[in-house]
């Protein structure tokens, strides 16, 4: 489920990029509507897009007898879903206001995707990591990707991890202030580029 999100928050981003080369960022920014609230509500129809699709995978994942603890589960993951997608999300609006040509960001994108999937917990539960390699334990310690997959594994369970909350939380306000500012032409990124 972490993976789609993670997935999804850099192909939204993407098309932003691509809207800045086509040229129909400019006339989107040139609005009477405020930068912020533009970008927050590209940021929410992202989120609202991955969420359909976890859901659509966990429809799949049923039929193949892949089942939730309890029918509940499914709507006690749908804020930890709506969360990190808003985190992941404001990642990458952040990493897209930095890049200026579509085939640059992909392949931004795969540096950023694949370090934070696989040193993170979504393979393996950190106490296993911790077994294997303590240095790598550190690593997914550091690593936001692992404390959104821990949200929505304990979410999914019906348990409350305030750790993970508080680290998703901090890290979707950090990104979405960064790409809020940096797309601001008079302060961001874009002022300094010219």
Known sequence: MAMIQL?????????????????????????P????????????AGVAVSILQVYAYLVIAYFWEI????????????????????????????LSSAIRQLENFAGVMNFVIFPMFFA?????????????SPVLYRICEFNPFT????????????????????????????????????YDPGRGLLAMRG
């Open 7 to 31: 997935f999804n928050g850099m192909q939204s981003s993407l098309s932003m990029v691509y809207d800045r080369e086509m040229g129909n960022m400019r006339t989107m920014l040139m609005s």
């Open 33 to 44: 509507l405020p930068r912020w609230f533009i970008l927050v509500s590209k940021l929410f």
């Open 67 to 94: 089942e939730p603890p309890t029918f509940w589960a499914y709507l006690t993951v749908l804020p930890a879903l709506a969360l990190v997608g808003l985190m992941l999300g404001a990642l990458g609006m952040l």
């Open 120 to 132: 993170s917990s979504a393979l393996y539960p950190l106490w296993r990591v911790r077994e294997s």
């Open 147 to 182: 404390h959104a997959v821990e949200l929505i594994r304990f979410s999914f369970y019906g348990k409350f991890d305030p750790v993970s909350l508080a680290v998703v939380l901090g890290c979707t306000i950090i990104f979405l202030a960064g790409a809020i500012v940096a």
